[in-house]
């Protein structure tokens, strides 16, 4: 059985000098959420922006604000985040070694906590922590860099979670090479939440409607 979808594009693959804009430009065409990727050229090899940032965007969000933080040590800069406005906030299971309280810290701060995990890691890390956990996002290609394909074993790792979710108010999201060619696996397998970047602002402004459109029409096995 598939889900409804949301879609949530990456402004990692919008105009860094325009980001107020391109997200009003997304909620014009259609989507759900905003995705902001946090990147500490620690955790990961890319730097990207911090909490002044989601600040600044948030009267440009129309809806959810999806904070992806890929940062280690992160438990000190949920309160930021969350005073920026953010309505999610993710933390990687491999950014330290108390994720359980980073979990709650982000619950404790008004957010929804998100739980991502990268490929290398395995569904048992996640099977305890599953009462502390809003999203689950499973990172299909190697976090760091948009534009990547997806990783095809990570099929069977959605497939396992959505399992192991079972009947849980959680949402499922895919991060990382979600495109027309992979959408439609990708929700039969049981993600419910799609992140995509590249394959929403490629072709500019102009084409983001078409491009959000034709994402959820595969993803839900509708002809575009
Ligand atoms: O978190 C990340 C990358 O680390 C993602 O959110 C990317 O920004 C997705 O980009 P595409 O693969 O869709 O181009
Ligand atoms: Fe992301």
Not at 22 to 47: I, S, Y
Not at 65 to 71: A, E, F, G, K, T
Not at 114 to 133: F, M, Q
């Amino acid at each position: 059985m598939t889900h409804a979808v949301t879609i949530a594009p990456s402004i990692l693959s919008g105009d860094f000098a325009a980001l107020g804009g391109e997200c009003r430009a997304l909620a014009e065409a259609g989507a759900d959420w905003v995705h902001v990727d946090v990147m500490d050229g620690h955790f990961v090899p890319n730097l990207t922006f911090g909490p002044q940032m989601c600040a600044a965007l948030r009267p440009h969000i129309q809806g959810t604000m999806d904070v992806h933080l890929m940062i280690a040590p992160v438990d000190a800069y949920i309160g930021a985040f969350a005073q920026a406005g953010a309505d999610v906030i993710t933390a990687h299971h491999e950014a330290g070694p108390h994720i359980h309280r980073t979990l709650q810290a982000i619950r404790a701060a008004g957010c929804k906590a998100g739980l991502a995990v990268n490929p290398g890691t395995g569904i048992d890390a996640v099977a305890h922590l599953l009462d502390e956990v809003d999203l689950l996002c499973v990172m299909t290609v190697n976090p760091g860099f948009g534009g990547q394909s997806l990783i095809p074993a990570m099929l069977d790792k959605v497939r396992a979670l959505r399992a192991l979710i079972a009947d849980r108010p959680i949402r499922l999201q895919v991060d990382g090479g979600v495109s027309l060619k992979t959408a439609r696996s990708l929700a039969q397998a049981g993600a419910d939440v799609m992140v995509a970047g590249s394959a929403v602002f490629q072709g500019g402004p102009e084409a983001y409607g078409r491009n959000i459109r034709a994402l959820r029409e595969a993803a839900q096995g509708v002809m575009a």
